[in-house]
C-alpha cells in the first residue's frame, strides 16, 4: 500500500480560530503534545467525521486490550506505550483513511499489510465502510504491547 503525503498548506475545512483544533491537511487535528488520556480525548473530539468514530472505537480496544496503557499526544498523532518511555502504536487522519502505525510491526503475527520506509513499522489503514477485524486487531495490540516500543 502507498503511504499518502500531504504537504501542509492552508485547508479549508479547518476551525475558525477560538473555535476548536485545525485540522491539517488531510483532516489530522493539530492537538498541542501532552501526556495522558486528555490530550488524546482532545485528540479524539477533533477527528473530522467518521474518522471520529474508528478513533474512539480504536482507543477503546487499545484500553480494553492493555488496561495500563499509557497515553499521549505528539506530533499531532495519539501514541499509546506500556512503559513510560516507549511507544507501540499511534494512528493518524489522513483525507481518505485514518493510518494505525505498529511501531515493531515486523515482529507481528501475521504483519499488518502496510509496509513502511522504517524497517520495523508497518502499517494498517482504516477506511469508512470497510469493516475491521477486532479480533485480528487486538491480537495485534496485545503483541505490539509486548514488545521493545519506539523511542522518538
Request: hydrophobic letters at 35%.
Amino acid at each position: 500500500m502507498a503511504r499518502e503525503t500531504h504537504a501542509p498548506s492552508p485547508n479549508p475545512s479547518a476551525a475558525t480560530p477560538g473555535t476548536g483544533p485545525t485540522l491539517l491537511s488531510g483532516g489530522n487535528p493539530q492537538i498541542p503534545k501532552g501526556d495522558g488520556d486528555a490530550p488524546v480525548q482532545a485528540y479524539l473530539d477533533a477527528m473530522p467525521g467518521w474518522k471520529q468514530g474508528v478513533g474512539r472505537h480504536l482507543d477503546a480496544l487499545i484500553v480494553a486490550t492493555v488496561p495500563d496503557v499509557r497515553k499521549a499526544v505528539k506530533w499531532n498523532t495519539p501514541l499509546y506505550g506500556v512503559d513510560g518511555k516507549t511507544w507501540f502504536l499511534g494512528f493518524h487522519c489522513f483525507t481518505r483513511y485514518v493510518k494505525v502505525t505498529f511501531f515493531r510491526g515486523t515482529s507481528l503475527d501475521p504483519v499488518p499489510p502496510g509496509a513502511s520506509k522504517t524497517p520495523d513499522t508497518r502499517y494498517l489503514d482504516i477506511y469508512e465502510d470497510v469493516p475491521t477485524d477486532d479480533e485480528l486487531l487486538a491480537r495485534w495490540i496485545s503483541q505490539a504491547a509486548s514488545l521493545p516500543g519506539w523511542i522518538p
